[in-house]
């Protein structure tokens, strides 16, 4: 899974520890069977299970949370079980070597791992459910197992409104209609992790590509962004191509699907030939240059192999999923965007280890508790080290051989290991102590191998060292090093990091660079305009990219009060990411800009503005919502109410977001008296929040 922008988002639990599991007993296939109904929240379901007794045993046990049995039969009989609304326990004496069946009929209003969105609301079109396993437990929502040792192979039938469309792991083998309901019947030829298993139902359409291999690749999208699905998927068939290349093993399932979820908890999930991922990286071709999918395209589609078809023990072992993955998504962008964007790529992830790491913040690879960026970043640039450390042709046919030893199996960071001593007859002891044991990032080492292989990286250190133990000019240095280059990103490093230095006449040639990235980076240092530079300021209205220009205009605003109208009138027609960053900012711009329409036109402004705050949009356009309306206005009560909603919001960091919002105004006398004035215009979950919060002050 691939971490957003905000770090640390994501933390695999070690299942084993909060739930029992009988490894006598080995769950062969399972066929799910579900009605899903979202005018309540709630799946009616069955499934059957196919298994196997290895050992005589008196238990079986199964993971499922806050459920309703029906009956649960085992080989057609009623079968005495207990349950606690966390596990089941089936009690009957099992034979050895002997199959048995066990049918479960459940049913449940999850909790979590289910969503419904958009269906209270009265917005045409933006219905969605979709899941989330990892991390929140498919046993919320079919009876499975959290232990991610038992691999099963499942079948998906799902039963829902004709009208819509249900995409699930597996191949879509038939479809039947009764009446306004549809059933679709979705196969899978191996077994996984139930915590891979995924559906989403929503108004989706697909395009349909083929990889060189043979595999189907759907990419699914909303019929009101069909003009964003090339932007959106741009490379995809070359990025499947590339890694079944790169990795030397066969995509192992059947076919591959991603799909866009509103809300989604993170920036994608690999779910086993299903990938579910944020319907922010839906974007158009201006926004590519600034944020895009394929690096999250990538690491999706690299856990099929390293997380999916083979799949670590206990999160101890998690480097074998993150950070193999994020190490195959940069290899991928360095196909696709070239050495020297790769090279920067682990240059910078090395300087922000580097820096955590002297903070006494550094973390081990095989910590089960350790913190995103650790299995990451730092798990990747080790995959990089073991590469440099084994010889290419060692480390791909130790990785084949890896797979070809492990498939559909679950595994360890020794078993790697061994492997990879096996094929190249090498010790591996120190390398495991030093990248993976150690809380210390090895900096120099990283350091030394980036300047041996990328010029630019060389000389930029260099400069640096220059700029410290010279007592030249600082523009001096800068000037000579920006023109022995023509690297971009050589280039806005000079600008973000040494603006300071740098007179007016230097920044006026920057710009006449029409680097696009150096241009950016004029953008965003944090200094006045100067008039000499105004002219070079108002170009970047016009460049392709909305980082760009969302930092342009609100520095002309600033510092042009007489030219407001004219970047106004610039400007309006623009939206921005799928947060509508230049929308909203200009909203707030209009509305603040005396005499910039009329009084209706700013009052329909402000309407616009404050409504982007409700629950019917996406979590990023309502938190910048609530950032921007704060700055300058109090909060509508609407908006006091959209907030207590967005503070039980499931997905962590706007929740996080909207609590420390709330915790500001009840420092407030009057903002406080504001909130215990709509409590009782709240129920459910929002009233429960807004009341503890007011009796604990």
């Not at 062969?28 to 379901?45: C, F, L, M, R, W």
């Not at 079980?81 to 069946?101: F, M, P």
């Not at 359409?205 to 291999?213: E, I, M, P, V, Y």
Request: hydrophobic residues 35%; negative net charge; charged residues 25%.
């Amino acid at each position: 899974m691939r971490k957003i922008i905000l770090l640390g988002i994501l933390f695999l639990s070690n299942s084993s520890l909060f739930c029992q599991w009988n490894p006598k007993v080995d769950f062969i296939s399972g066929e799910i069977d579900i009605y899903v109904e979202p005018a309540n929240k709630t799946i009616q379901g069955n499934i059957v299970y196919q298994l196997q007794v290895a050992e005589k045993t008196k238990s079986i046990f199964i993971d499922a949370r806050n459920m309703q049995f029906k009956s649960v039969l085992l080989d057609g009989r009623k079968a005495r079980y207990s349950y606690d609304d966390n596990q089941l326990v089936i009690n009957r004496k099992l034979k050895a070597g002997k199959e048995y069946t066990l049918e479960i009929y459940y049913s449940c209003s999850p909790k979590q791992a289910v969503y419904f969105l958009g269906w209270d609301d009265d917005v045409p079109e933006n219905e969605q459910i979709w899941t989330q396993g990892q991390g929140k437990y498919s046993s919320y929502w079919v009876p499975s197992f959290d232990n991610m040792n038992e691999k099963v192979e499942f079948d998906l039938n799902i039963t829902f409104d004709k009208n819509y469309t249900v995409v699930a792991n597996g191949k879509l083998i038939n479809t039947s209609e009764n009446g306004q309901l549809k059933r679709w019947y979705f196969d899978m030829s191996q077994p996984m992790s139930s915590y891979l298993l995924a559906f989403a139902i929503g108004n989706y359409r697909a395009k349909q590509l083929t990889s060189n291999s043979g595999i189907s690749i759907s990419n699914y999208f909303y019929p009101k962004d069909s003009t964003l699905v090339e932007p959106t998927f741009r490379y995809t068939k070359e990025i499947f191509d590339f890694l079944e290349k790169e990795i030397g093993v066969p995509y192992p399932w059947q076919n591959y699907k991603q799909l866009p979820a509103r809300d989604f908890l993170y920036a994608g999930m690999e779910n086993t030939g299903t990938t579910i991922f944020s319907e922010s990286f839906m974007i158009d071709s201006t926004a590519f240059a600034d944020k895009n999918y394929v690096n999250v395209n990538a690491h999706e589609l690299s856990h099929q192999w390293f997380g999916n078809l083979v799949t670590e023990v206990d999160a101890s072992n998690h480097w074998l999923h993150e950070g193999f993955a994020t190490y195959y998504a940069s290899l991928t962008e360095k196909e696709l965007f070239g050495d020297e964007y790769f090279y920067w790529l682990l240059f910078d992830k090395a300087q922000t280890l580097e820096a955590l790491s002297r903070k006494g913040e550094g973390g081990s690879l095989l910590d089960p508790k350790a913190s995103s960026i650790t299995f990451y970043d730092k798990g990747a640039l080790a995959v990089y080290m073991l590469r440099e450390r084994l010889g290419e042709d060692n480390f791909k046919n130790g990785i084949r051989s890896f797979f070809s030893t492990y498939q559909y199996k679950n595994v360890t960071v020794t078993d790697l290991l061994q492997v990879m001593e096996r094929i190249s007859e090498q010790d591996l002891s120190d390398f495991k102590r030093s990248w993976l044991q150690d809380t210390q990032f090895h900096y120099e080492e990283m350091v030394a191998f980036l300047r041996k292989n990328c010029t630019p990286i060389d000389r930029f250190l260099g400069m640096q060292r220059e700029l410290t133990t010279s007592s030249e000019n600082n523009e001096v240095i800068l000037k000579r090093y920006w023109d022995a280059t023509s690297s971009s990103e050589f280039r806005k490093r000079i600008i973000a990091l040494y603006y300071k230095s740098l007179s007016n006449d230097f920044l006026r040639m920057a710009f006449t660079t029409g680097d696009l990235k150096v241009r950016q980076s004029l953008a965003i240092i944090p200094i006045p305009i100067a008039d000499s530079l105004i002219e070079n300021y108002e170009s970047l209205l016009l460049d392709q990219s909305y980082i760009t220009i969302e930092n342009a205009l609100y520095k002309l605003w600033i510092q042009g009060p007489e030219q407001r109208e004219k970047y106004l009138d610039g400007t309006k027609k623009l939206v921005g990411f799928s947060n509508k960053n230049i929308k909203q900012l200009w909203l707030l711009l209009a509305i603040l800009t005396r005499d910039y329409g009329t009084a209706d036109e700013r009052s329909q402004y402000r309407k616009e503005l404050f409504g982007y705050t409700t629950a019917n949009q996406p979590m990023e356009v309502r938190q910048l919502a609530f950032g921007l309306i704060a700055e300058v206005f109090p909060y509508t009560d609407q908006n006091l109410r959209d907030l207590i909603n967005a503070a039980v919001h499931p997905v962590w960091q706007f929740r996080q977001f909207a609590g420390e919002v709330v915790d500001r105004l009840m420092n407030d006398k009057e903002q406080k008296q504001r909130l215990t004035l709509i409590l009782d215009t709240l129920d459910g979950e929002e009233y429960q929040y807004l009341s503890l919060k007011l009796q604990q002050e």
